[in-house]
C-alpha cells in the first residue's frame, strides 16, 4: 500500500515528469520487444493522469487509508490559473499514528479531495480537518472535506437554501399547494440531516395546512 501511494502521489503532483517516464518506459519497452504498439498506450495513459490522477489518488486513499487530521500552515497565490482562477500553492503538516507531525504540500491543481466533485474546496489555514493517508507515507493524504468544519458550515447552508426559497414562495401565496410542498420537502430534506425543533414544529404545521386545503 505504501508503494502505490508513493506513485501515486508522484504521478498526481508531478504530471509532467510522469510523462516523460511513461515515454521513456514504453519507448525502451517497444524497442526491446521490437513491437511497435507498445507505445500507443503513452498518449492515453498520460491524458489519463492529467485529468485524473488527483482523484484516482483521492479514492485510493479514501478506501484504504487511516484517517487523522492535518493543518495548512501556508497558503500563496501563484501567477498560474484554472478557469481564470489563480491556483495556490499549500503547505501543511500532518498528525502521524504516533502524534506527531510530518510535512507535505500539494496545489489547487494536485490536492486529493474527497468527496470527488467538480468542484476544488481546500480548508483554511491554521484549521485543524481530517485526511487519511497510508501509514508509513502520511506525505500523501486526502483532505475530507465534507467532514471538515468549513465542509459541515456549506453542507448546512446548502441545506436551507432550499428551505429559504420555499418559504419566500409559500409567503407569498399561502394557499399555492406547489408551493407548500415544495416547503415541506426542503424541511425534510433538512430535518434528516439537522434535528432542529423549530423546523419540525414548521413542518408539523404545513402538514396541517395541506390536509385542509381545497
Known sequence: MVLISKILFFTSHHGFYTVILLIVFFVLLSYVTKKVWFLIPIIPLAILNGFGGQFINAWFLNQYGTESTAIITSDVETNSTLNDMYIHDYEAIVKKQDGKYTSTFFSTTTAA?????????????????????????????????????????????????????????????????????????????????????????????LKEELKHLK
Open 113 to 205: 479531495i474527497y468527496p470527488i466533485e467538480n468542484a476544488i474546496r481546500i480548508p483554511r489555514t491554521e484549521v485543524s480537518f481530517p485526511v487519511k493517508y497510508i501509514p508509513g507515507y502520511e506525505k500523501n493524504i486526502v483532505i475530507l472535506y465534507a467532514q471538515s468544519e468549513q465542509g459541515q458550515t456549506e453542507l448546512k447552508y446548502s441545506k436551507l437554501a432550499p428551505i429559504n426559497s420555499a418559504k419566500i414562495k409559500y409567503e407569498a401565496d399561502r394557499t399555492n399547494r406547489e408551493f407548500i410542498e415544495e416547503y415541506i420537502s426542503a424541511l425534510e430534506d433538512y430535518i434528516q440531516y439537522y434535528d432542529d425543533e423549530n423546523y419540525k414544529s414548521k413542518l408539523k404545521e
